[in-house]
């Protein structure tokens, strides 16, 4: 069986509109920028210690080991950033940097593989004894995928050679033979990285390490609690899996035993990614079923309006189905990021518009939330609603933020950010047996092969803020294929024309096929209507009972007390006021916003009253939630009373 692929990033260009604009501010600002703070240059910002780990660790300085066990892995997300960015704007300082880099953590590798400067510097003695909580798996993945990424980009084998190393060590240390540990990670990673690994070296032993560690996960006896005896502990858990034990790291049964998402809801898109790539690598039918039946799940009873997961700030996790309370929405970046991977992979393991409507509502919302507009600063965690001096006190955990920092101490999610846009290419477009299908609507080219004939597409749009999506084709010579171009769930009335001829919408799965033999100046448009539409939860989404979101096409919107005054939650938005959109370029670098007629009730003379509450007429204004917190600090709320 054929499976959708993703192009390669070297032939895939953004060259105009707003993806186009993200993906510069992080080739142009946000990686430089985290390098800077890898580097410890950035004033105010918590340190990192990041490369003076390593430097450390190689013998190149004297110091001793700074931050987290897992900080090796914020390192390893940004070489893999600066590859993609390598692989589609090459520059020979980012180049010659990431060289010197890479020394440094050839260095820093152990003669028998092994890399972890935490474990090297501070516990030695401790290597591989607390899989549970330590990580280490976890940051060897992410340097595999570093070491993948960069070898991708620029056919340099040094990286991937040091990763290769600690690959072949983690498979001997690990399995169920004679002498090994029947062990894996508390951080789910290692898993997808190595079937990354074994794509870009041909070695399947990596491949089937990676399905032992999924399928080893959660079986009796359960390792975790035999690590935990070993290292003398009983019945202590950390803080953060008091509630749900083991299955906050999807360790409390066997996996394929899981029919709902469970515990930290990174690791559970982690894993439900690596289980997509085996399912599609090996042809299995049984693993893409259970794909299936949990990514259902996750996305019919566990997505926010915004695409993010994860409700519960302690322990970062999934709780149960449509508990999605918007004051309490952890919804870390990261996760979401974890839906934009998943998404992708439904995607190749089969051709619906419906997969490619959650990654688009996580990229354009939850995703891009996380990001400053001057690409500076981060949020970690995402609410669906702020009031400020509650939300600072709520919750004694110091990446509840409600303004954007520069740097987090545990800053998983920066580059996180940085590595997805910088590859945002190969979530756009895939090869398809017939063809080429189109994912995402953003403007630039793509380059393909239609049989052996190569094929430019020139796509033009503001999407999106404009409706229309203009494609052109330029084959080499002549040549008969399928554009599959995606029709998103939003969009009621879509209209197609092909050379100016009207062309009837008979989607596939959310999909248009446009079978014919093309020829180089063949157009193609696309009309996406974009009405503002009120958006209703199911009514077992308690928290959002009686309450109306607001968006327009992909984009979500909210009220920020900068447009709106203070006391968000005296706005209500009658039934029947009409919802206008305009753009405005000078707003938030350039943005479509909502304004209707609305009421805002006014604070009463005593707590409690017998008498209605009086009400005046206000104007409401509401931004895209993606750009929200970019005018300082101040409520802002998602889900909106409906009077």
């Given at each position: 069986?054929?499976?959708?692929?993703?192009?390669?990033?070297?032939?895939?260009?953004?060259?105009?509109?707003?993806?186009?604009?993200?993906?510069?501010?992080?080739?142009?600002?946000?990686?430089?920028?985290?390098?800077?703070?890898?580097?410890?240059?950035?004033?105010?910002?918590?340190?990192?210690?990041?490369?003076?780990?390593?430097?450390?660790?190689?013998?190149?300085?004297?110091?001793?080991?700074?931050?987290?066990?897992?900080?090796?892995?914020?390192?390893?997300?940004?070489?893999?950033?600066?590859?993609?960015?390598?692989?589609?704007?090459?520059?020979?300082?980012?180049?010659?940097?990431?060289?010197?880099?890479?020394?440094?953590?050839?260095?820093?590798?152990?003669?028998?593989?092994?890399?972890?400067?935490?474990?090297?510097?501070?516990?030695?003695?401790?290597?591989?004894?607390?899989?549970?909580?330590?990580?280490?798996?976890?940051?060897?993945?992410?340097?595999?995928?570093?070491?993948?990424?960069?070898?991708?980009?620029?056919?340099?084998?040094?990286?991937?050679?040091?990763?290769?190393?600690?690959?072949?060590?983690?498979?001997?240390?690990?399995?169920?033979?004679?002498?090994?540990?029947?062990?894996?990670?508390?951080?789910?990673?290692?898993?997808?990285?190595?079937?990354?690994?074994?794509?870009?070296?041909?070695?399947?032993?990596?491949?089937?390490?990676?399905?032992?560690?999924?399928?080893?996960?959660?079986?009796?006896?359960?390792?975790?609690?035999?690590?935990?005896?070993?290292?003398?502990?009983?019945?202590?858990?950390?803080?953060?899996?008091?509630?749900?034990?083991?299955?906050?790291?999807?360790?409390?049964?066997?996996?394929?035993?899981?029919?709902?998402?469970?515990?930290?809801?990174?690791?559970?898109?982690?894993?439900?990614?690596?289980?997509?790539?085996?399912?599609?690598?090996?042809?299995?039918?049984?693993?893409?079923?259970?794909?299936?039946?949990?990514?259902?799940?996750?996305?019919?009873?566990?997505?926010?309006?915004?695409?993010?997961?994860?409700?519960?700030?302690?322990?970062?996790?999934?709780?149960?189905?449509?508990?999605?309370?918007?004051?309490?929405?952890?919804?870390?970046?990261?996760?979401?990021?974890?839906?934009?991977?998943?998404?992708?992979?439904?995607?190749?393991?089969?051709?619906?518009?419906?997969?490619?409507?959650?990654?688009?509502?996580?990229?354009?919302?939850?995703?891009?939330?996380?990001?400053?507009?001057?690409?500076?600063?981060?949020?970690?965690?995402?609410?669906?609603?702020?009031?400020?001096?509650?939300?600072?006190?709520?919750?004694?955990?110091?990446?509840?933020?409600?303004?954007?920092?520069?740097?987090?101490?545990?800053?998983?999610?920066?580059?996180?950010?940085?590595?997805?846009?910088?590859?945002?290419?190969?979530?756009?477009?895939?090869?398809?047996?017939?063809?080429?299908?189109?994912?995402?609507?953003?403007?630039?080219?793509?380059?393909?092969?239609?049989?052996?004939?190569?094929?430019?597409?020139?796509?033009?749009?503001?999407?999106?803020?404009?409706?229309?999506?203009?494609?052109?084709?330029?084959?080499?010579?002549?040549?008969?294929?399928?554009?599959?171009?995606?029709?998103?769930?939003?969009?009621?009335?879509?209209?197609?024309?092909?050379?100016?001829?009207?062309?009837?919408?008979?989607?596939v799965h959310g999909y248009v096929p446009l079978r014919r033999t093309w020829r180089t100046g063949d157009k193609v448009v696309l009309d996406l209507p974009m009405p503002v539409e009120r958006v209703h939860a199911d009514v077992r989404v308690a928290a959002a009972a009686g309450l109306v979101a607001l968006q327009r096409g992909p984009v979500v919107y909210?009220?920020?007390?900068?447009?709106?005054?203070?006391?968000?939650?005296?706005?209500?938005?009658?039934?029947?006021?009409?919802?206008?959109?305009?753009?405005?370029?000078?707003?938030?670098?350039?943005?479509?916003?909502?304004?209707?007629?609305?009421?805002?009730?006014?604070?009463?003379?005593?707590?409690?009253?017998?008498?209605?509450?009086?009400?005046?007429?206000?104007?409401?204004?509401?931004?895209?939630?993606?750009?929200?917190?970019?005018?300082?600090?101040?409520?802002?709320?998602?889900?909106?009373?409906?009077?």
């Open positions: 069986m054929s499976y959708p692929t993703a192009l390669p990033l070297s032939r895939v260009r953004f060259d105009h509109g707003f993806l186009a604009d993200r993906a510069q501010l992080v080739r142009a600002t946000v990686i430089p920028g985290q390098w800077e703070a890898l580097n410890d240059r950035i004033p105010g910002a918590e340190r990192s210690g990041c490369v003076h780990n390593f430097q450390v660790a190689a013998g190149e300085k004297p110091g001793e080991f700074h931050g987290l066990f897992w900080q090796d892995s914020d390192l390893a997300k940004w070489i893999e950033a600066a590859s993609y960015r390598l692989a589609t704007h090459p520059d020979p300082a980012l180049d010659a940097e990431l060289d010197r880099l890479i020394a440094t953590i050839a260095k820093a590798q152990r003669d028998d593989g092994y890399l972890n400067t935490y474990f090297q510097l501070v516990e030695p003695q401790n290597r591989w004894a607390n899989l549970r909580d330590c990580h280490e798996l976890y940051v060897a993945g992410h340097f595999i995928e570093a070491g993948v990424a960069h070898f991708q980009a620029t056919g340099k084998r040094p990286l991937l050679d040091v990763v290769s190393r600690l690959a072949d060590l983690i498979g001997k240390t690990f399995g169920p033979g004679p002498g090994q540990t029947p062990g894996y990670c508390g951080h789910e990673e290692i898993e997808l990285a190595l079937v990354k690994l074994a794509r870009a070296t041909g070695v399947e032993r990596y491949r089937e390490l990676a399905a032992w560690f999924i399928d080893q996960r959660g079986q009796s006896p359960n390792y975790f609690e035999v690590e935990a005896r070993r290292r003398g502990e009983t019945g202590k858990l950390p803080w953060h899996m008091h509630h749900d034990g083991l299955a906050t790291l999807q360790a409390a049964q066997p996996v394929r035993e899981l029919t709902e998402p469970v515990g930290h809801a990174v690791r559970m898109m982690y894993l439900l990614s690596a289980m997509l790539d085996l399912a599609l690598d090996r042809g299995d039918a049984a693993r893409a079923a259970h794909c299936r039946t949990l990514w259902t799940a996750i996305t019919t009873r566990h997505l926010y309006v915004t695409g993010g997961v994860g409700t519960e700030p302690y322990g970062e996790k999934f709780c149960e189905p449509f508990d999605l309370p918007p004051d309490r929405a952890y919804a870390e970046t990261c996760a979401a990021i974890g839906v934009v991977m998943c998404a992708r992979r439904m995607l190749d393991l089969e051709l619906h518009g419906g997969h490619a409507d959650v990654m688009e509502r996580a990229l354009y919302n939850n995703v891009l939330a996380g990001l400053a507009l001057d690409g500076r600063a981060y949020f970690y965690v995402n609410p669906l609603e702020v009031v400020p001096p509650v939300a600072k006190r709520r919750y004694e955990c110091h990446l509840v933020k409600t303004q954007r920092v520069p740097w987090f101490g545990c800053a998983c999610c920066p580059p996180n950010v940085a590595r997805l846009f910088a590859s945002l290419g190969a979530y756009a477009y895939a090869q398809v047996a017939d063809g080429l299908a189109v994912h995402l609507y953003a403007g630039g080219v793509a380059q393909f092969a239609a049989g052996a004939v190569p094929v430019r597409l020139h796509v033009t749009t503001e999407y999106p803020w404009k409706e229309r999506v203009e494609l052109s084709i330029e084959p080499a010579t002549p040549a008969e294929f399928t554009l599959h171009l995606r029709l998103p769930g939003w969009c009621r009335t879509p209209h197609l024309s092909v050379n100016g001829s009207p062309v009837k919408v008979e989607p909210c009220v920020e007390e900068k447009d709106n005054g203070p006391q968000l939650a005296a706005l209500s938005l009658p039934r029947e006021s009409p919802l206008t959109a305009h753009h405005v370029p000078d707003l938030l670098g350039g943005c479509v916003i909502l304004e209707a007629a609305a009421r805002r009730t006014e604070p009463g003379a005593q707590l409690y009253s017998t008498e209605p509450a009086r009400q005046q007429a206000v104007r409401l204004c509401a931004v895209p939630y993606a750009l929200w917190a970019n005018r300082g600090e101040g409520e802002m709320r998602v889900w909106l009373r409906e009077a």
